[in-house]
């Protein structure tokens, strides 16, 4: 065993090195953050540089031994170790006394993995290249890290700048956990479906597309400071054969691999990549020996590679504790044969020592030249010079708290699981599943693993989506049984429909990744019975429902198990995202390369603020806006919802019900809207019967209500109520309203004047209780009844209603009066309770889930679900201010005051249209930012004499739109060239 100069190792101690960052052991290198300057993507020169080069001075200090020692890349898990753990001390043994040029990190945690890397680093006699697997980003193997959709997801995208992005982000992250070479791209084209081991580890199955996807992934990861790899050098996709197992043999001639596998590569290599990694895979038109693999093989490597194809940078070998080579050629030999082949990185081999001494043999016997090895290590010094490894080599651990999962990347990973969505059937226009229907779901998981947790955020996700009911969750995996299969067959019948989950992922050493038997008997099965409409979401391996028949009435392929893709695929099946993603490869008797129905985006869906524009951190200050109102006891809790563009990036509860603080407010909890009620319900009754041609605005009223027309007021138009201009007082004092409901109206209809009408606007909840009326008139329905079918089931707000006022209901946010009594489930403002609780005034009860639904209708021009619910004109007519003198009321809405007070705030546009209501709730929509803010409270709760709500909703509303930092579109990593 060489030993290189010993330095003594101080125990990693995890907590302490946690909490105060990594600390240089009398080393000159500075603790600063490692360099991310973009890797050159010219192909290195050949040409030996100076000799005052760090690489240089390194070479010629150095012997054969530590020369040897700097190819070898070992491997460590970044999970947690005891310093003093067998393993880690031996990985420590490795650095320190072997003198292993690079490391290679399995699966880990963020801090551990940093706080490894920056111990060992230290440890190191000369930097250590670090590397990691991060082909679909950092998440592929270290938790809370970004995960993106693989390789396939992005190929399905067909955009070239989201690979790009996502080889930026990767690479980002990946220099803040220590790691300098990310393996990655993969560059082998997947036109084999049987292919246990690439799968959606590739970009498709066309040479071109794989290409082009490959060279900007690349360009990304280098320009994100890291040596991107690309692999399987030279095609590693038309196998059937799991290169962990067993030797994949290519039995193809030179021209094929000229026109299909080696063109990819080549794209990428004219890019700069920094370096290549070699496959275990043989092809005997290349190599006439059939039991070597290209890694292995001098003929692949350097003839072809190197000297054909011109690559001169760095080379790695697959990892070489893969049964393909390590039955065949032994420890030793294969990492001498690896070097004779060209390779300058050894990784992972099973005895790095033996391996070494194999190496230092084989070059005593003149077997290897020391001028490859020279050469080899030179690559390797000149590529930790080129990284600044030399001059820095520790990650300080602020720069991994702020760099890993930033915002914008998991806002990219989403964008990017959307855009590769693939609708392959979609039989009877079956998805998207909108209001006003509802389905009661049953969604069976096919997982080819045991991991209980397996599909909770697609579940998660599906159950948000407004036109699904009930869900019933089951799973089929290796622990299931025949008993099990006819249990769930049993259950669908009980469902309106049955959503199959397929979880099959690439997995090393499996052999395998299509359904398993009684996976497919179900399927035959359930599509066979005549039961239910069934989607299939395949969320991994989109070649698993090949051959099925019949085929299910919808087939989405999300290529995928990450929590974005999940997300994503429940959304689409909600219409709360488009399907724009063509197949990338071909799915034997399914679909075709390149096919793919695109269905639009048609409701709204949950999102980052960064997805539409918006600061995230400046919008969280809406948030402190109502946590300090509530320390202040200006309400006890509120639900807040925003929304721009496509997404609700806010739809949160604050605070509790009561003081008592033993209810948690929530988006779905119940709050008396008030006012609200006047354009919630009334002023979009009233828009609905105009379309129709059931109500003129210019009308009298006395057309619909004849006995409406006295005392002056025979020619007050329906405009007049509407503009709150039509000479009525603002309310009925308690002796004035009578003893039930239609004696409140009679007196309405016999109130006289009280200004002249269209002279002025005076605020009346009469004007609305008339509308009411005339509501009912005209379409023979009570007003609650007509709301309920023509509004709220229509645009799926189902927890939106009116109660009687004898109604108790504990899920309702009480409010109180002024005499203290508590109402919850009964209307708090005492016109519409006279009114027995259903009235145009106020009276309705609604959620921050169910109006921002309401208020994303508004937004879109009408349009949700795929319906124009209302036109484009009626919303413009209704909103703009009338032209009643001295006013800013619409018809039913208000506008925002261009000078003074407003609850909007200061920086909505004049444009801006909205509503308040007495228990503290606001409604503002900006119609030239597509935004609107809502707010939900009950101020009125324990007494109605606080009034800083006047206060808290301009702030509120301010918050948000100066959260705004550009168009409504996604806030996303990197800059892609031109």
Known sequence: MMCIQRRVLLPLLMMGLLGGGAVGCGSSESATPPAVDPVSRSPADPARPPAGTWAERQLRQMTLQEKIAQLFIIRLDGLYQNAQAPSYRETTALVEEFGAGGMMFGPGTPMTQVTMANDLQRTA????????????????????????????????????????????????????????????????VNNNPKNPIINIRSFGESPELVGTMAS???????????????????????????????????????????TLELEPFREVMAGGIGSVMTGHLALPALES???????????????????????????????????????????????????????????????????????????????????????????????????????????????????????????????TARESLTLLNNQDDLLPLTPPDEYSTLVVKLSGTESPGEGKPFVKALSDQPAIGRVDVRRLDPRSDETDMVDHLQAAESHDLVVVASYLSVQAWSGSIGFKDLHRTFLDRLLSDGGPPTALAAFGNPYAPSRLQPTPGAVLAAYSASGPSQRAAAQAIGGAAPTPGRLPVTIPNLAERGAGETLPRVSPRRGYPESVGMDGQRLAQADSVLRAAMLDHAFPGAAMAVGRGDVIPTLEGHGYYTYEQTKRVKPTSQYDVASLTKVVATTTAIMLLTEQDRVSLDSTVATYLPEFAKNGKEDITVRRLLSHSSGLKPYLGPDERGPNPQALVDTIM??????????????????????????????????????????????????????????????????????????????????????????????LFSTAKDLSRFAYMLTHEGRIDGRQFLEPETIARFTQKSDVPGSTRALGWDTKSPTGYSSAGDRFDVSSFGHTGYTGTSLWIDPTQGLFVLLLTNRVYPDDTSEQIQQVRPRVANEVHESIVGPPEPLLPGTVPE
């Open 750 to 843: 016999a109130q006289p004047l009280a200004y002249e009408p269209g002279k002025a606007s005076k605020y009346s909840g009469l004007n609305f209780i008339t509308l009411m009326r005339i509501v009912e008139t005209v379409t023979n329905r009570a007003f609650d009844v007509y709301c309920r079918e023509n509004i709220f089931e229509p645009l799926g707000m189902d927890q939106t209603r009116f109660y009687s006022i004898d109604r108790k209901a504990q899920w309702v946010v009480p409010t109180t009066d002024t005499a203290g009594t508590m109402y919850r489930g009964s209307v708090h403002d005492p016109m519409a309770r006279a009114m027995g609780g259903v009235s145009g005034n106020a009276g």
């Open 125 to 188: 006699e000369i930097p250590l290249l670090v590397s990691q697997d991060t082909e679909w980003g950092v998440g592929m193997r270290i938790d809370r890290a970004t995960t993106f959709p693989p390789a396939m997801a992005l190929g399905a995208t067909r955009t070239p700048s989201l690979a790009y992005r996502a080889g930026y982000a990767t690479a980002r992250e990946a220099r803040a956990l220590g790691v300098h070479q990310v393996y990655a791209p993969v560059a082998d």
């Open 289 to 415: 020996d059939a039991s070597v693999p290209a890694s292995l093989s001098e003929t692949v490597t350097t003839d072809l590679l190197r000297e054909e194809m011109g690559f001169d940078d760095l080379v790695v070998t697959d990892a070489l504790n893969m049964d393909a080579v390590r039955r065949e050629f032994g420890v030793g030999e294969t990492a001498v044969r690896g070097l004779e082949a060209g390779a300058d990185l050894i990784l992972m081999s099973t005895n790095p020592r033996g391996a070494h001494n194999a190496v230092e043999e084989a070059v005593a016997s003149g077997r290897l030249d020391t001028t490859t090895i020279n050469t080899s290590v030179r690559r390797v010094l000149q590529a930790k010079e080129k990284l600044g490894l030399h001059e820095r080599r520790y990650v300080p651990l602020d720069t991994t708290r702020r760099r890993v999962n930033r915002r914008s990347h998991e806002v990219l990973a989403a964008a």
């Open 216 to 258: 900007a992934f690349a360009e990304g990861a280098q320009d994100g400071g890291t040596i991107a790899t690309v692999k399987h050098f030279p095609g590693h996709g038309d196998t059937d054969v799991d290169s962990h197992m067993a030797l994949p043999v290519l039995r193809f001639d030179r021209a094929r691999l000229d």
